[in-house]
Structure formats: structure tokens, C-alpha cells
């Protein structure tokens, strides 16, 4: 699918919680074009002196209407610029960007793990694997309650409540979400009823840990890594993950990678 | 969505020491890869040159990471040459080009003498138009701009390079020196066909609630916006002291940006970092230059060269 840079004219831009905004934007090409696990690359406006684009994971899409929903957590001068748009301004994307997931074929039980604003490269997925008819277990980790931004749109995809973790306690088990993975992961092999598929977006300890927890009971994992990034096209190599392969782009050779190849 | 210059009178071709452009802009090696990258948004063959990633003979891994950070209207990288080696350039890159009928000049690293030799020995049967030699990168530690701050290293690495072939030989100069006009009359001594500079400033940025360095290397390339004005000096100076034609970049993300670095000598420009920001850039450098030409009623771009009036 070809690459484009779309004005993509601002809907919705509002606070979800702690910090996490999301943004709404009508880019008719890439809600047509994206499949889940790629990221847009947003040039924001009103700030000439830091010229480098953003990559944001592609939270929703809705091919009909053209929108494209974005979470952002504020975490620099790019994301807090970002809050002060409003309606009727305009973004820059390019997009839809990299490899998304590849679940394997025929995927029948997949376990997805999201850590704070991960939740939203992974809510495509749950989508998808659902539409295909997989039963899909879903583990959400966060810092607090009002973190938890995402949980009821994959309550509404999963038709049950996820499996959800907060670091304070204030929501679902207390503590980090390692252990409902652990537990969903033992739980599964035990109705023998193993997952065939692990998806996991967070912080990269986390995603570290998930990997060799999946690992460890035999289930193909993929992990979206995170770089800092210029071009976000595979020109620039500013983004690169060590694998086994050697250094890859995070942006176009990812930012999915299978967990098995990545050199933690 | 592929842009292609607008249409116009105006005459935009101009000649880089050998290398016939279809106009006065190329790109910055490394920030336009080998140009397939960036081919959904602009049609390389409407390029004067698309200046391709620096190669190295047999492919480096580059620098860890973190490789860049964001400055004051700029940039620093220390991507340290990463790239898969002659062989891939020639087997897959260089074909794809030249399908699409880019004129390519290929941007040549080594961490020897003898490497940079071998790899246009590698090319001498390849689709090259031209070879910018690179002694000018700041991130690796050996060759590149260990070799570009000599004036003695320069003259070496230019011979033997201009002995490899007969193509257009073009050497991208560091701006880490004390006086780039010596360096550029020894690369022209040594036979250079032009001179393009300047590669990236070196510089440094710190995370001051860490306190730790926010490149990896601790130091990298400086680009963007913030860098044109010592570029400009420097195409300037260059211009004036050799007669070989001038390759200007740093900076450069408008038309008039463009017209500016011709006013003060340069034959061609580049476009660099503007790339990474406007991944239509190239072809926007070019329609801005034609509208420039036409507004001041400039028939050939040519008359733009070194026109400045001090």
C-alpha cells in the first residue's frame, strides 16, 4: 500500500484521563488503507523551532467515515502542543506506516497484553481477530484507574470485561499486569486450550517479560517497539532495534516484530 | 499522491563539474535513502540527482541507539553510516533507479584509503552518473571526517579516488574545520570535479534531569533549519576560493532557501533533514526555485550562481 501525507482536518481532541489524550482526524486514505499495528506520522502544527514528526499508533479507524483516532500520552513538547489543537485545526499525517501484526493463519485463542497507551496498536487487533472469529483474551495494565482509558471499547469488542491491572490498586488487581498474563497463560494450558498467539504493546520491560513468559510456554509472540524516529519512511535508519537479524527499522521492518527476534 | 515539479519556461539545468542535473536539486546522502523510500511521495527521476546513502564496502552496523535527538529548529544524528555494502547498492538499488530514469550520484564512506577506492571500483559498471566522496562524517571513528580535517589526508584520499574513474568526482567537505577554503583547494588540487558541502555540524545535546548525554555516541551530526546560516558562510567561502562548481546544503527547506545558497555560489543544493519533515520537500525546493525565476523574471537558472551583490 502506498504511502501518503495527508491535512488531516481535527475532530475530536480531548483528555480520556491522566494525561492520555485522544484525537480524532478525517485522513479518508489512511482509515482506508491502515491494518492493525501500523502508526501515521504527525506533523504538528505551531511549532516550527522542533521540527520533527511524532509517530502515534493507530488507535481506530473507521474506513466508511475516514477518521482516524489517535491515543497520545503528554510526555513532551510535541504531545503537550498537541492538547492546545482544537477542532477545525489540522495535523499532518503520514501513514499508514510499518509492518502491524500477523497473527498466525488461522489464529483460534489470542492472549493481548497492553501496557498504559499501548492499549490503543492492539485494540485494532482485537477487532480483527474477533471479525475472524477468535476468542480473544485481553490484559490491560496501567498506573491508576483513570489510566485505564481504553477499557470499555475492548469491553464492547470482547463482549466481556478485560482482564485489567493498576499499578495503585485503584483498578482490578493490584500491581503490575505480569501476573493475569501468567495466570491467563497457565489457566489456558491447563483446560488444554493453549493460546496460539500473543500480542503485547507497553512499556519495553514489560514487553520483555511477556515474551519470555510466551516463550516459555511455547506461543508465537510479537511485540510494537518504540524508537525515536525522524523520517518514519526507512530512509533516515534513526530508528533501529537490535534483532537477530541485526539492526532493522523500527518504522518500516516494525514496529511489530516477532518477540523471538528481537534482542532485548 | 507522487509529485512532480510544476511546468515552466524558466531553464533549470545545470552542469555539477561533469554531472548534467535537470535542474539544481539533489538530496543530502543518508536522508533519502536510495530514493525508493521516498518514491511514494516524490518521482525521483524529476530530481536533478538523487544522492544515495553513503556506502562502505562490505556494510557497517552503525552506532547504538539512541541515534538522534530533536534540537532548537534542528537535529543531531549519529546513525554512524549504517548501510548493507557496495554489492546491495549495486544489485538492488542502482537497477531500481535507473528504471525509473534517476540520474544517481552515489555518496562513497570508507575507513581506509583503500576502501573508498574499492567500493567506485565496485561501481565503475554500475548505473552511476557520479560519486560524492564522503570525508566528512562526524560519526564514525575512523575515515570520514578524521580524514576531512587534513588538508594532507584530503589531497591523499582525492587521488587516489580520481585515479578509480573517470565520472564526476564530487567531495563532500566537514564544517569542523578551521579553514574549509584550504580544505577545498586541496580536494580541487587533487582533482576534484566540485565540492559539496557542508556535511553536519558536530554538537551535543544533554538530558539535564538524567544528566546523561541524549545520543548514545554523546556526540552527532547537527542538521535542520538551524544550520543554514554557517552553511551559507561556508558555500560562500568555498565559491570564492576554488574554481570547481559548489554543492550547497544545510538547511535548505524552501525554494528561496535554495536560491539563496546559488546567490552565494553554489551550482546545486541538496535537501537534507527537510526530507524527514516534509517528505515532498525535494519537489517543493524545485517549484519554489521556478517561482522564485519567474517572479524575478530569471530566464536560466544559471545566472542565480554566485550572483549575491556584497
Partial sequence: MALCNENAPILVNEEAGCNIWLMTVVAPEIAAAARPGQFVHVRVPGMDDHILRRPLGIYATDAEAGTVDMMYQVLGFGTDRMTALVPGDAVELIGAIGRGWQPPAGCKRALVVAGGVGSAPLYPLVEELKASGAEVTAVLGASTIDALVARERYGAALGCEPACSTDDGTFGRAGFCTPLVEEALTAAEAAGEPYDYVACCGPEPLMRIVAAMAADAGVFCEVSLERRMACGVGACLSCVVDTVAGKRRACVDGPVFPASEVVW | ?310
Fill in chain 2, 1 to 310: 499522491m507522487q509529485r512532480s515539479p510544476k511546468e515552466t519556461s524558466v531553464k533549470l539545468a545545470v552542469n555539477l563539474g561533469g554531472l548534467a542535473m535537470k535542474n539544481p536539486v539533489t538530496t543530502a546522502s543518508g536522508t533519502f535513502g536510495a530514493g525508493r523510500e521516498y518514491h511514494d511521495f516524490v518521482d525521483v527521476a524529476a530530481l536533478g540527482a538523487v544522492t544515495t546513502k553513503g556506502v562502505s564496502l562490505n556494510g557497517w552496523e552503525g552506532n547504538a541507539s539512541p541515534r538522534i535527538a530533536e534540537t532548537a529548529s534542528g537535529m543531531l544524528n549519529s546513525i554512524g553510516l549504517q548501510n548493507p555494502g557496495v554489492a546491495h547498492l549495486k544489485e538492488a538499488e542502482l537497477p531500481w533507479l535507473a528504471e525509473q530514469g534517476a540520474t544517481a550520484m552515489v555518496n562513497v564512506s570508507g575507513h581506509s584509503f583503500d576502501e573508498y577506492v574499492a567500493v567506485i571500483e565496485a561501481l565503475e559498471e554500475a548505473p552511476v552518473a557520479a560519486y560524492e566522496v564522503n570525508i566528512s562524517c562526524p560519526n564514525v571513528d575512523a575515515g570520514g571526517m578524521t580524514m576531512g580535517c587534513h588538508g594532507p589526508s584530503v589531497e591523499k584520499v582525492v587521488s587516489m579516488c580520481r585515479a578509480a574513474t573517470k565520472r564526476p568526482l564530487i567531495v563532500k567537505l566537514t564544517p569542523n574545520v578551521t579553514d574549509v577554503a584550504e580544505i577545498a583547494r586541496a580536494a580541487e588540487a587533487a582533482g576534484a570535479d566540485a565540492i559539496s558541502l557542508i556535511n553536519t555540524l558536530l554538537g551535543m545535546a544533554i538530558d539535564a534531569r538524567t544528566r546523561t548525554p541524549k545520543l548514545a555516541r554523546v556526540v552527532g551530526g547537527f542538521s535542520g533549519p538551524a544550520v543554514k546560516p554557517v552553511a551559507l558562510r561556508m558555500v560562500w567561502q568555498v565559491a570564492q576560493a576554488v574554481k570547481v562548481p559548489v554543492l550547497g546544503m544545510g538547511g535548505i527547506s524552501t525554494g528561496e532557501d535554495a536560491v539563496e545558497f546559488m546567490l552565494a555560489g553554489a551550482t546545486a543544493v541538496a535537501v537534507g533533514t527537510a526530507n524527514f519533515v516534509n517528505p515532498t520537500a525535494t519537489v517543493d525546493v524545485i517549484d519554489g526555485v521556478i517561482d522564485y525565476c519567474e517572479e524575478q523574471g530569471v530566464a536560466d537558472v544559471n545566472e542565480l550562481i554566485g550572483a549575491l551583490t556584497c
